[in-house]
């Protein structure tokens, strides 16, 4: 065999080599390609699902929280992270209630001895003795310990001749259950922070269920959410605010949906929580679907009273 044979035979297996190499680096490529667009996809349905349950758990947990004044829950938080029994400092904070039972269970809104200066003043006046630390960890221990009931602590400080509804009175209290809803509906606008729709549904359910069962701290919270809806669609150069209309219906009915469901539906503070999350996940299919199939919808409600019409003159 001359050298110029064995040249082209050896540059023909390495001209199939660079090939079989070229051919394998191109598939790797694809294989790879094809790995990041799944990775992507599974990444953004992974985070669109914890947006949509951190949203309707949001909406659930107001819902549910409140349904008989959160008192199943509250009383749960209360006997597990505090130790109620009486102390010097409680008695002082109580003082006006105990000498003239002003405002029974409600007392809190009226002694004027459960507001932070209030409290403060009477827990500091009662212990004169301690240096100011030990004073203030006292303080925050009795706060904390009023603050995880039923009644929590008073936002303001009411009169007692003025005659105020059990709402109003509910509206005027905070307590720490309340404070969790509002951690929870926080984390509902963070994982819908760049979506005004979805900001506008969310805070609508919760101003929902806020305004239904006078709890005042979710609401506060969702008014960031419109907030930041609005600089959204500034931002955009959108100045029309009706394509926000049907995700703020699409919040009251859902948020409805539950309050409703949850009113008839027996038991405790978590089988309302999980129903509620369901009947939110429902909600929400089912008025994707409905807008999907929109058209077909109201052609099809509209041949039916039409129907009907036509066959009122037979019936009658």
Known sequence: MTDIEIDERFGGKMDSLDAWLQRAAQVASRWRDAGRVASERVGSSVASGVSAT????????????????????????????????????????????LRTRIGGSWHRLYDGGHSLAG????????????????????????????????????????????QVSEYFKHLDSVNVAQLIGGDICGVSIYCNWNDPAKLVASAAAVECSGIVYANVV???????????????????????????????????????????????????????????????????????????????????????????????????
């Not at 509250?74 to 505090?82: E, I, K, P, Q």
């Not at 008014?223 to 500034?234: E, S, T, V």
Request: hydrophobic content about 45%; glycine content about 8%.
């Open 54 to 97: 951190a949203a309707v758990a949001g909406e659930a947990y107001t819902a549910a929280l409140d349904w008989k004044n959160n008192s199943e829950f509250s009383n749960w938080l209360m006997n597990h992270l505090s130790t109620q029994h009486a102390t010097l400092a409680s008695k002082a904070m109580d003082a006006e209630y």
């Open 119 to 162: 409290s403060w003043k009477a827990v500091s006046s009662s212990l004169p003795d301690l240096g100011a630390l030990e004073q203030l960890g006292v303080w925050a221990n009795e706060y904390w310990k009023d603050l995880i009931t039923t009644r929590g602590m008073p936002i303001l400080i009411l009169d007692h001749a003025d």
């Open 218 to 316: 979710a609401p506060l919270v969702s008014l960031i959410a419109l907030g930041r809806a609005y600089f959204l669609i500034r931002k955009s150069e959108q100045d029309d605010l009706q394509g926000l209309i049907e995700p703020a219906l699409k919040g009251l009915t859902r948020n409805g949906a539950t309050v409703l469901l949850i009113t008839v539906i027996p038991g405790g503070f978590l089988l309302h929580l999980s129903s509620g999350i369901v009947i939110s996940l429902a909600h929400g299919y089912v008025w994707d679907k409905g807008t999907e199939n929109r058209d077909v919808i109201l052609a099809t409600m509209k041949g039916c009273l039409g129907n009907l019409q036509n066959a009122l003159p037979q019936l009658r």
